[in-house]
């Protein structure tokens, strides 16, 4: 059976509305409203300005998909996928940051610090990387039906380690010493492996540790989701550092060529870039053998990853 | 039978100085050597400088007691103590930065954005809080002992509700709105129950919850320890506002009189010196008060939690 035969029906695009609805209306709903607490209000609007209405949501949608590959908890993949955004989210507030790279747009709209001040941007982005554990640990007798104490404590084992020292913390820090450095293509891939590769990898296993048991939890499944989310990671970031020479700023939504003006490395300096656009075509192939090799494992539900993964390397923006 | 009669041998300085060992020998471990990465030797070294070798360690000793308390176990105790001190820690580092308190000494050594750059102390709070969240859910393979996945989630639940918008980082974000402003006594109570309150509250659940069974688990016991963790919590900072205008600097080890310079509201600025003094010596009563509770529900074990409680009260720096 061909892989087209399988999903006759599936449509990426209608696929990520439903999710994205479901996603924006969570996010909404638990970032926190500044109604709640009158004195908190000027941190609430900071954190909501942060998170909601921007993005592509892309890690939110790989934690959907890969909850539907397993067959997981739609509900633990909700939390988990809001959980990822959140602290995607305060990396960029942080990131953007006079003391980091000094942005004063994002999405077309003023950064956090500009809004709301430099220290109100920095208590923000603190108080979303706790809200993201605190949306993993939701008490037994929460209303939107419990995730138990094993996935609870499994997602946030993941999302810590992918957020903190050897995860995008990392990466940043190593990001931010190699400006003007020549690094190698083992050290390039190291950084963005950490920068940017780990939440989305972590984006990937926490949608699928939404399932507790059953074929996803074995060593076969679990080594194809982890090819899937380590290609897909790097993906992301050639094809940023392809669309940051090749794609205009308007259609980009931030300045291009910025990385070249700043002599950030990347892969496009190191690599050049038809190689690039040829590196990316292979880790797409990368992750659409990971994905059969889930398929052979026993879970055919893997259109959604497919998707995102085409959409992914062949974007435009 | 009187306390003094049931805990004879108690000397809290040895109690004290025991923990404290375990606590920094542990957070020596798990605080990241950077010889593991030498990419990541810079933030490694920024996080170690954040944490080792300095402060009271108030928070860990709370934890210790209050597991104490319940005759809970002591390896989820010592995760526990490291973590809410990482907590701790990382809202140090980002509340001397120059966006926040600006400060460039802490405990007679530079800041750690003075130190290392603001950058870097930006990103080592930062992941410093991702590990306080990894500290607390080790792999159920773990070789210092398992702490099962109910505990685990827990503890986060707890930590990350503390650490976040309706803990420490909202009341700092009052604390913030509050320069120059006059605070009614009810809104000084509410924020510093969030600033330095729920922390330090969180320490004494936090120790509470390594006991998942038994009386520790009962309501009463459950409630005298939420009547203690406030009590404690809001004493910590009336004394610290007393110091602040009755110890001199070389004791205190901060400059005294900076909240009165600043303009800052305090409990003195708002009660007087003489009522905040007598109002220290009554929370001190409403903690002993809590653990006779503790002890009526068959917790004998609480002299560490009561010498905590009367050294806070009674410090002098």
Same mark, same amino acid.
């Given at each position: 059976?061909?892989?087209? /035969?399988?999903?006759?029906? #599936? ?12 996603? /924006? ?16 209000? *000027? =941190?609430?609007?900071? &954190? ?9 949501? =892309? ?11 397993? !067959?997981?908890? @739609?509900? !633990? ?7 990822? /955004? ?11 940051? $006079?003391? &980091? ?8 709209? $003023?950064?956090?610090?500009?809004? #709301? *001040?430099?220290?109100?941007? =920095? ?9 993201? #554990? ?23 084992? &993941? ?30 891939? /190291? ?6 590769? @780990? ?34 990671? =790097? ?8 669309? +940051?020479?090749? @794609?205009?700023? !308007? ?11 700043? +002599?950030?490395?990347? #892969? ?27 398929? @052979? ?9 497919? *998707?995102?993964? +085409? ?7």
């Amino acid at each position: 059976m061909k892989s087209s /035969e399988k999903t006759p029906l #599936f449509n990426l695009n209608t696929w990520s509305v439903d999710q994205l609805a479901r996603v /924006e209306q969570a996010l909404s709903r638990w970032v926190v409203c500044p109604e709640d607490a009158p004195a908190l209000a *000027g =941190l609430g609007h900071a &954190m909501r300005y942060a998170v909601l209405d921007g993005g592509k949501r =892309l890690r939110p949608l790989l934690v959907m998909a890969a909850c539907e590959a397993v !067959a997981g908890s @739609a509900n !633990a993949a909700l939390r988990a996928a809001c959980a990822v /955004e959140l602290i995607h989210a305060y990396s960029l507030v942080h990131d953007d940051l $006079p003391c &980091m790279d000094n942005d004063v747009l994002r999405r077309g709209k $003023p950064t956090v610090h500009v809004a #709301f *001040g430099q220290a109100s941007a =920095l208590l923000a982005g603190d108080a979303l990387q706790a809200l993201a #554990f605190e949306l993993l640990t939701p008490a037994l007798d929460t209303t939107d039906a419990a995730i138990d104490s094993a996935t609870q404590a499994h997602l946030c084992r &993941m999302l810590a380690q992918a957020a903190g020292f050897k995860g995008m913390a990392g990466g940043q820090a190593i990001d931010l010493a190699s400006v003007g450095k020549q690094l190698n293509s083992s050290e390039l891939h /190291e950084m963005h492996a950490l920068k940017t590769g @780990a939440l989305l990898k972590a984006s990937v296993m926490m949608g699928a540790a939404c399932s507790q048991s059953g074929p996803a939890t074995s060593i076969a499944v679990q080594d194809a989701l982890r090819n899937y989310g380590d290609a897909i990671g =790097l993906a992301f970031q050639v094809v940023d550092d392809i669309l +940051d020479v090749t @794609a205009d700023s !308007a259609v980009l939504g931030k300045t291009a060529g910025k990385d070249a003006a700043q +002599d950030k490395p990347t #892969f496009v300096s190191l690599m050049g870039l038809q190689a690039s656009q040829d590196y990316a075509q292979q880790l797409l192939q990368r992750t659409l053998h990971s994905l059969a090799q889930l398929e @052979a494992a026993g879970l055919p539900n893997t259109h959604a990853l497919r *998707g995102l993964a +085409d959409m992914l390397v062949n974007r435009q923006h």
